[in-house]
């Protein structure tokens, strides 16, 4: 049974996603005194009192402008919200009072025949829950005052109303996620959102050539072939010095927290630009992550008579230490090869997770000691002892020898690639750590 739909709606700047970090317990949602912070419409799980549900984060519902071209695009992912909930939460503004477009909303609402419950927000003293009364003019039998910033005791009373009917799930009927986490980043305007929503085949993720539209991180549940994964996209990373405080700098905090949270981050690049210092910086950031790493060429279809492997020689000749990274060619505008993102993705997955023997992994780095042992240091040499892989996820082996300061770069860089050349690590970072008698 799927879990019980909520969706938050209401004018902007009423607190709605100030409620949901309150419910949720942590900052989910962006929160700033400027309106039309939230765009797009923001699934998040929720629990109370052993009971779980979905919270559906929305942008605020405003008339049609000619001023602003999102208007219309926020205003339509709220629908979507509406549309797909069990229950509604229509936040009204407890301080500000009663507003005339408080009524289109809640004519809008009555018209969907669904349970509606109203919240007066921002309701801080007995004085403004007096005040509150004004609000049954909106014509709903349920009516609560809740403070969100500061987190009443009417908030545990909201929860206790909108989960009345959810069933408390037994230890036993509890599954572990098992699907695999994709996060969707880049630089701004490289065709991210547009991919998530070609994939999904519905206007998920507001689309505009405008960069920065996606403020928030979204997620979405897709099956490829029996295999569940979790897409989910983020705002465009720009340049630090690029970066404006506050929102933008949030939303770019999320993104880097989504590469930390995935299993597989895939780096949508914009072909026609190449690879760029950004996407570089970028893909760093997934490789200190310790995620797999797949980098996307979207905008395929612009390019004419390039072969991959060329393109794939430029990009090793520029951005060597990528070469571990899987490649795919792909178009979000055309459709072109975007299954290859979940074929790749299982595959990198495979490898993310792979555990080598302590038998065959002694062998290969033996092996390839005696083939070439590294030079002396003022006569001394490196003794290789022992060698195991501590975890997965990512691949991270423990390579115990006889003094640290006789290891040179280039020779880790030669043990690395002989790692590589015999158990693959295809689109996985691997970490290897030094360690001589009496490290811990």
């Given at each position: 049974m799927k879990d019980k739909i909520i969706a938050v709606v209401g004018r902007p700047n009423v607190g709605k996603s100030t409620l949901i970090n309150r419910i949720a317990g942590k900052r989910l949602s962006i929160v700033d005194d400027k309106p039309n912070i939230t765009r797009d419409r923001i699934y998040i799980d929720a629990s109370w009192q052993g009971r779980n549900f979905v919270l559906i984060d929305t942008g605020g519902l405003m008339e049609s402008s000619k001023d602003d071209a999102f208007i219309d695009n926020i205003n339509s992912q709220a629908d979507i919200a509406i549309e797909e909930s069990d229950l509604i939460l229509f936040l009204v503004d407890g301080k500000s009072g009663l507003n005339p477009y408080d009524y289109d909303i809640a004519n809008k609402l009555?018209?969907?025949?669904?349970?509606?419950?109203?919240?007066?927000?921002?309701?801080?003293?007995?004085?403004e829950e007096n005040n509150s009364s004004e609000f049954w003019a909106l014509g709903f039998e349920n009516l609560i005052t809740v403070s969100a910033l500061h987190g009443d005791v009417h908030v545990g009373d909201l929860l206790d109303i909108i989960t009345k009917d959810i069933e408390v799930k037994d230890d036993e009927e509890k599954k572990e996620d098992s699907a695999i986490k994709i996060a969707i980043v880049g630089k701004p305007n490289a065709g991210k959102s547009s991919i998530l929503n070609n994939l999904l085949n519905k206007n998920r993720a507001i689309v505009s050539p405008v960069s920065g539209t996606t403020r928030d991180s979204i997620d979405e549940e897709i099956i490829f072939e029996d295999e569940i994964f979790r897409l989910v996209d983020t705002a465009g990373i720009r340049k630090k010095s690029k970066v404006d405080y506050g929102v933008e700098m949030f939303a770019v905090d999320r993104a880097i927290k989504a590469i930390n949270d995935c299993d597989i981050a895939l780096l949508v690049i914009d072909s026609a630009?190449?690879?760029?210092?950004?996407d570089k910086k970028i893909a760093s950031i997934c490789e200190k992550a310790g995620v797999g790493l797949i980098l996307a060429f979207n905008k395929w279809d612009l390019i004419k008579n390039t072969q991959t492997q060329t393109f794939e020689k430029e990009i090793e000749k520029e951005a060597p230490f990528l070469n571990y990274a899987r490649k795919i060619y792909i178009s979000a505008k055309t459709g072109q090869r975007l299954d290859n993102i979940f074929k790749a993705a299982k595959e990198v997955n495979v490898e993310l997770n792979k555990r080598i023997s302590t038998g065959l992994l002694n062998k290969v780095v033996n092996e390839a000691y005696s083939l070439n042992p590294p030079t002396s240091i003022k006569g001394k040499h490196l003794r290789i002892y022992y060698t195991t892989q501590a975890k997965s996820h990512p691949p991270t082996f423990v390579i115990f020898i006889n003094n640290k300061d006789l290891i040179q770069d280039h020779y880790k860089r030669y043990l690395n690639k002989k790692l590589r050349e015999n158990f693959g690590f295809f689109g996985v970072p691997i970490v290897v750590s030094y360690r001589q008698k009496g490290d811990k």
């Amino acid at each position: 049974m799927k879990d019980k739909i909520i969706a938050v709606v209401g004018r902007p700047n009423v607190g709605k996603s100030t409620l949901i970090n309150r419910i949720a317990g942590k900052r989910l949602s962006i929160v700033d005194d400027k309106p039309n912070i939230t765009r797009d419409r923001i699934y998040i799980d929720a629990s109370w009192q052993g009971r779980n549900f979905v919270l559906i984060d929305t942008g605020g519902l405003m008339e049609s402008s000619k001023d602003d071209a999102f208007i219309d695009n926020i205003n339509s992912q709220a629908d979507i919200a509406i549309e797909e909930s069990d229950l509604i939460l229509f936040l009204v503004d407890g301080k500000s009072g009663l507003n005339p477009y408080d009524y289109d909303i809640a004519n809008k609402l009555r018209q969907t025949k669904k349970e509606v419950i109203v919240v007066v927000n921002k309701v801080d003293s007995i004085l403004e829950e007096n005040n509150s009364s004004e609000f049954w003019a909106l014509g709903f039998e349920n009516l609560i005052t809740v403070s969100a910033l500061h987190g009443d005791v009417h908030v545990g009373d909201l929860l206790d109303i909108i989960t009345k009917d959810i069933e408390v799930k037994d230890d036993e009927e509890k599954k572990e996620d098992s699907a695999i986490k994709i996060a969707i980043v880049g630089k701004p305007n490289a065709g991210k959102s547009s991919i998530l929503n070609n994939l999904l085949n519905k206007n998920r993720a507001i689309v505009s050539p405008v960069s920065g539209t996606t403020r928030d991180s979204i997620d979405e549940e897709i099956i490829f072939e029996d295999e569940i994964f979790r897409l989910v996209d983020t705002a465009g990373i720009r340049k630090k010095s690029k970066v404006d405080y506050g929102v933008e700098m949030f939303a770019v905090d999320r993104a880097i927290k989504a590469i930390n949270d995935c299993d597989i981050a895939l780096l949508v690049i914009d072909s026609a630009e190449g690879l760029s210092d950004q996407d570089k910086k970028i893909a760093s950031i997934c490789e200190k992550a310790g995620v797999g790493l797949i980098l996307a060429f979207n905008k395929w279809d612009l390019i004419k008579n390039t072969q991959t492997q060329t393109f794939e020689k430029e990009i090793e000749k520029e951005a060597p230490f990528l070469n571990y990274a899987r490649k795919i060619y792909i178009s979000a505008k055309t459709g072109q090869r975007l299954d290859n993102i979940f074929k790749a993705a299982k595959e990198v997955n495979v490898e993310l997770n792979k555990r080598i023997s302590t038998g065959l992994l002694n062998k290969v780095v033996n092996e390839a000691y005696s083939l070439n042992p590294p030079t002396s240091i003022k006569g001394k040499h490196l003794r290789i002892y022992y060698t195991t892989q501590a975890k997965s996820h990512p691949p991270t082996f423990v390579i115990f020898i006889n003094n640290k300061d006789l290891i040179q770069d280039h020779y880790k860089r030669y043990l690395n690639k002989k790692l590589r050349e015999n158990f693959g690590f295809f689109g996985v970072p691997i970490v290897v750590s030094y360690r001589q008698k009496g490290d811990k």
